[in-house]
T-cell receptor, first 116, second 111 residues
């Protein structure tokens, strides 16, 4: 059972370049999300999706785009990379959560991105 | 909105010592509460959870009790091992169904 798979694990970009971080899950989860992790900041939500064809913004969406054409895949696009986007990026998935359900989120291994 | 506050700074302690990491939250309604652990170079893994007041979550010797009166979910372990060295995140899922995380605490256990 692969769970949540992120690629690549490491990436170096030059300022202004674009790229796509891939995320795939094989658990048939409706809910997927992208976070960035920065020192002293914890995890901050970038974008999320509650199902195929539906996406919404999180806390820090600027500079990132997402789409959800299938249940399995949720790619994150950086349109024009900036040094401020240097971070570790995590994708997560879960079943459709309910407030009392205690629905667990499963995380990928992360992508460490450096923008120079 | 929903938020989680964890105690500031890393935690360094000796093997077999008692560990406490404080976590308090602000949320409307009845959130579910979680502790996640992140080992070096890895993603986050669920450590334990609680879904209603007075519930106690436990796993691998760790425990946390959902205290609604103090809006807290402190993590404890009676005797830590070197293998417990990791970053620990408190989180909640509230009425908006989004996970909110604390800033995390680095725990270093010295042999």
């Amino acid at each position: 059972n692969a769970g949540v798979t992120q690629t690549p694990k490491f990436q170096v970009l030059k300022t202004g370049q674009s790229m796509t971080l891939q995320c795939a899950q094989d658990m048939n989860h409706e809910y997927m999300s992208w976070y960035r992790q920065d020192p002293g900041m914890g995890l901050r939500l970038i974008h999320y999706s509650v199902g195929a064809g539906i996406t919404d913004q999180g806390e820090v969406p600027n500079g990132y785009n997402v789409s959800r054409s299938t249940t399995e895949d949720f790619p994150l696009r950086l349109l024009s990379a900036a040094p401020s986007q240097t971070s570790v990026y995590f994708c997560a998935s879960s079943y459709a959560p309910g407030p009392r359900a205690g629905t667990e989120a499963f995380f990928g291994q992360g992508t460490r991105l450096t923008v120079v | 909105g929903n938020s989680v506050t964890q105690m500031e700074g890393p935690v360094t302690l000796s093997e077999e010592a008692f560990l406490t990491i404080n976590c308090t939250y602000t949320a409307t309604g009845y959130p579910s509460l979680f502790w996640y652990v992140q080992y070096p170079g890895e993603g986050l893994q669920l450590l334990l959870k609680a879904t209603k007041a007075d519930d106690k979550g436990s796993n691998k010797g760790f425990e946390a009790t959902y205290r609604k009166e103090t809006t807290s979910f402190h993590l404890e372990k009676g005797s830590v091992q070197v293998s417990d060295s990791a970053v620990y995140f408190c989180a909640l899922r509230g009425g908006n169904n989004r996970l909110a995380f604390g800033k995390g605490n680095q725990v270093v256990v010295i042999p």
